[in-house]
């Protein structure tokens, strides 16, 4: 059990560019999940998968933003035309099947977006 | 809907000093409850949680928090703090597939 990876953990860009973050859940968690957080604020739900499909999107995901999982493995964040909103800690989040009633989450490092 | 609140958003205490995290939550159904910390620089862990049973729960590094139902509280406390327990401590609540956070409160040990 190597723990919830992320990568990268720091992303400088230019507005207007494209980002895409990729996380990789501990293995035999099924569920995965991601969140943003910013400065002072707690964690806030974008999406999550249950293996390779996407149960639930956030309103907080514009059409800018994607997620695949596409083997049911790691999964990707993409963010199109990024703006200066975006600048946040992106989280990623996974969940085994024993525990997806009670919420317990076992979460990486986080990826730091800053957009300039 | 559910919501979580954490009122304090920094709290400062002297080291070997008690301190207590407050955590007020809004639910109308049974509520499963966590305590999560991020130490700088680390992602976030689970610290305790409530399921059910003993209201009381503890964690390995002496925290403990009591879940409260007719004040719908969860407040976090340690008898004496060190220096490693800075961190910031944010308090969640599980609703269906996903967690409902608190803002978090950061605790500052004064030496």
């Known amino acids: 059990d190597t723990g919830v990876s992320q990568d990268p953990r720091h992303k400088i860009t230019k507005r207007g560019q494209n980002v895409t973050f990729r996380c990789d859940p501990i293995?035999?968690?099924?569920?995965l999940y991601w969140y943003r957080q910013t400065l002072g604020q707690g964690p806030e739900f974008l999406t999550y998968f249950q293996n390779e499909a996407q149960l639930e999107k956030s309103r907080l995901l514009s059409d800018r933003f994607s997620a695949e999982r596409p083997k049911g493995s790691f999964s990707t964040l993409e963010i199109q035309r990024t703006e200066q909103g975006d600048s946040a800690m992106y989280l990623c989040a996974s969940s085994s099947p024993d525990r997806v009633d009670t919420g317990e989450l076992f979460f990486g490092e986080g990826s730091r977006l800053t957009v300039l | 809907a559910q919501s979580v609140t954490q009122l304090d958003s920094q709290v400062p205490v002297f080291e070997e000093a008690p301190v207590e995290l407050r955590c007020n939550y809004s639910?109308?159904?049974?509520?499963?409850l966590f305590w999560y910390v991020q130490y700088p620089n680390q992602g976030l862990q689970l610290l305790l949680k409530y399921l059910s049973g003993s209201t009381l729960v503890e964690s390995i590094n002496g925290f403990e928090a009591e879940f409260n139902k007719s004040q719908t509280s969860f407040h976090l406390r340690k008898p004496s703090v060190h220096i490693s327990d800075t961190a910031e401590y944010f308090c969640a609540v599980a609703r269906n597939y996903q967690l409902i956070w608190g803002a978090g409160t950061k605790l500052i040990i004064k030496p």
């Open positions: 639910s109308s159904v049974s509520v499963y």
């Open positions: 293995s035999e968690h099924n569920r």
